[in-house]
């Protein structure tokens, strides 16, 4: 096939090629520049992108706290607000690293510059990569305003930082990665708010973001153990508070093998340029 004809991010770099900007087969100026571009998509509108959240969960916080507060019993031994803080915290993330990643990709398509992450020398792992790594940003950056927003009413200080982390950014990957295959998947607008409406909204909420599993009768407490939402905000809920519904050891290898399934079906899916290339 002439290279002429291939796309350039399947392009290697071979004999004769500058290798500047790179560190083996990794393409780092490449990489470093597009995920700074989707950093600055979404800082250059931080009122929309940063501040809103912070906003919006802070009114949840409010209503939940006027409305139950100070009549709903305590949740294993944890205040209804210290144990309701963190889901919402979780929500915060899982909503901006979909958006992000899903805006990004869908936003070129239906615009027609899809051929600008095309066309660039970087490898189809680089792309997604770089992409994804931009949700997770804007999740966790996202999560740490929604956190320092809440000091003031809740006390949220860590029990166990890793546990904050790591369920942090696997909740925010998890989510950067479904909002890039839904976005490679949709073919307008209206695709991308059937996924929202009808996969991330009730996965959030049926996640025992506002209430504890454990009340649950089964089957529905079998149910909510095979989400993985759960998983996210049980893990994030723990670092807070201590307090878990469920194993950390199986939360922490459901979400490692569920981002690991979706790291490659995206990666599959780009190699083949499954609705990127005409």
């Keep these: 096939m ?15 090629t500058s290798t500047f900007g790179t560190f083996g087969d990794l393409n780092v100026i490449g990489l470093w520049t597009l ?11 931080f009122t929309q992108t940063l501040l809103a959240p912070v906003i919006t969960t802070l009114v949840f916080l409010a209503i939940f706290s006027l409305a139950l ?30 958006a992000n990643t899903s805006s990004s990709i869908m936003i070129a398509k239906v615009q027609g510059n899809i051929v600008d992450y095309l066309m660039p020398p970087l490898s189809p792992g680089e792309l997604l990569f770089g992409v994804t790594m931009g949700g997770v ?27 904050i982390l790591y369920f942090g950014l696997m909740a925010s990957l998890l989510l950067a990665l479904l909002g890039f295959l839904a976005a490679l998947w949709a073919e307008k607008f209206d ?29 529905f407490h079998m149910v909510a153990l095979a989400n993985p939402f759960f998983y996210m905000i049980d893990g994030v809920r723990y670092g807070f508070t201590g307090h878990a519904d469920a194993s ?19 990666l599959r899916l780009v190699r083949s340029g499954y609705k990127l290339k005409a």
């Design 2 to 16: 002439p290279e002429a004809s291939r796309p350039a991010s399947s392009l290697a770099v071979g004999p004769g």
């Design 35 to 45: 995920y700074a571009k989707e950093v600055r998509r979404f800082v250059k509108v």
């Design 69 to 98: 507060g100070a009549d709903r019993p305590a949740v294993g031994g944890i205040a209804f607000l210290d144990f309701l803080a963190p889901g919402l915290i979780v929500m915060a993330i899982v909503q901006n690293s979909f």
């Design 137 to 163: 940003t804007r999740g966790m950056l996202v999560g740490a305003a929604v956190w320092l927003g809440m000091l003031p009413f809740v006390a949220m200080s860590p029990a166990h930082l890793w546990a």
């Design 191 to 219: 695709h991308m708010a059937a996924v929202t409406n009808f996969v991330i909204t009730p996965l959030s909420f049926l996640s025992g973001t506002f209430y504890s599993i454990q009340r649950l009768p089964e089957p």
């Design 248 to 266: 950390i050891a199986v939360g922490v290898a459901v979400l490692a093998i569920v981002n690991g399934a979706l790291w490659l079906l995206a």
